[in-house]
């Protein structure tokens, strides 16, 4: 099973929508057995793939989720002061969406969990088993889900704090939607400069607990080296508008620049975390085209971008950016599971 993070330091690039239609070409097209976490405390995935209706329901009156388990429930024993996760883990199946994917939904209160994270955190930096443990939260969650899919999509805020930095420790491999903005590119700077900082105390915190403790890591079936610093499997940018002239869809020079700088930023910032097998010259896995009038559409009816159909309200010349998104992602995830598998 191999763990993705969806994540940029930028919002607004279309991290979501990028995660969720990846997700669901991996299980439709792919044969891929799938789920997504919604980690984001705005929970967009959960609200893309079941509806907003349905999220309603869950977040307010709770109706919708029956013996369903929220990212927050999982969570919910580390909020109350213990190291473990809630044990059992119960998704939305696959058969109630039109993605194809199993869901564990976002929650509002997830939020609520940062400061106990950033308390675990502390005390892990001193060798304190319980703090890493807390802040291995996630390592346990894929251990649980290990035996049930090919892939698990993490979607996350863009914030730099404690919840982030937590799902990555327990992540295979992290990727980085991008747009055509300089505030993408300082997404990225932000990213190295905050793994620097403390990927290093991380496995440094373990180091300190097996020395003045040895042998408790391996109780808890725990490394201490992480995945992801040889984890980084690539970029996509999302394409902004061009402009008109004469009836003629013209370059903007400004937005040129930008992605003319994105591959050296890339290796400037986050060569160094690339995948085993991987060089610089795989790390871009496509450009996302601007799909104008079909997101809104899609977010309507709740359903992946490439199934879209005439019922759901597709006319016209949107017949063709659908046709076009879907090969276009088909691309970008047969260079996802290259690169992947690059590093196995």
């Known amino acids: 099973m191999i763990a993705l993070a969806m994540f940029n330091n930028k919002g607004g690039v279309g991290k979501t929508t990028l995660t969720c239609n990846i997700a669901s070409y991996l299980a439709k097209k792919k044969g891929k057995r799938v789920l997504v976490i919604d980690c984001d405390p705005q929970c967009n995935a959960t609200q893309l793939i079941m509806g907003e209706e349905y999220a309603a329901e869950l977040y307010f009156s709770k109706t919708a989720s029956g013996a369903t388990t929220t990212i927050s429930d999982i969570l919910r024993p580390i909020e109350d002061g213990d190291s473990d996760i809630e044990n059992s883990v119960i998704p939305i199946k696959s058969s109630d969406n039109r993605f194809g994917v199993d869901l564990i939904p976002g929650h509002p209160s997830f939020s609520i969990i940062e400061d106990?994270?950033?308390?675990?955190?502390?005390?892990?930096?001193?060798?304190?088993?319980?703090?890493?443990?807390?802040?291995?939260?996630n390592t346990y969650l894929k251990r649980k889900l290990s035996n049930n899919y090919d892939y698990v999509l993490y979607d996350l805020g863009p914030s730099l704090g404690s919840i982030n930095r937590s799902v990555l420790i327990g992540c295979d491999n992290f990727m980085t939607p991008m747009g055509t903005d300089i505030f993408s590119i300082l997404g990225i700077r932000n990213i190295s400069t905050w793994l620097q900082s403390w990927v290093d105390r991380y496995e440094n915190g373990l180091r300190l607990c097996e020395r003045n403790s040895a042998g408790r890591l391996k109780a808890f079936k725990l490394d201490d080296t992480l995945p992801i610093t040889s984890?980084?499997?690539?970029?996509?940018?999302?394409?902004y508008i061009t402009k008109s002239k004469s009836g003629v869809r013209r370059p903007t020079r400004a937005y040129e620049q930008i992605i003319s700088n994105v591959p050296d930023?890339?290796?400037?910032?986050?060569?160094?975390?690339?995948?085993?097998?991987?060089?610089?010259?795989?790390?871009?896995?496509?450009d996302v085209p601007h799909l104008y009038s079909l997101i809104p559409?899609?977010?309507s009816v709740s359903s992946p971008l490439f199934e879209l159909k005439s019922g759901d309200g597709i006319v016209g010349t949107q017949g063709k950016q659908k046709d076009q998104y879907e090969e276009i992602l088909g691309t970008i995830c047969s260079n996802?599971?290259?690169n992947i598998n690059l590093g196995q």
């Open 116 to 137: 106990r994270l950033g308390a675990a955190w502390h005390e892990l930096l001193g060798g304190d088993i319980g703090g890493i443990r807390k802040t291995n939260w």
């Open 265 to 286: 930023e890339i290796k400037q910032s986050l060569s160094s975390y690339l995948s085993t097998g991987m060089t610089i010259d795989n790390v871009q896995l496509g």
């Open 297 to 299: 559409l899609a977010q």
């Open 336 to 338: 996802l599971i290259s």
């Open 231 to 239: 984890g980084y499997i690539g970029y996509t940018i999302q394409q």
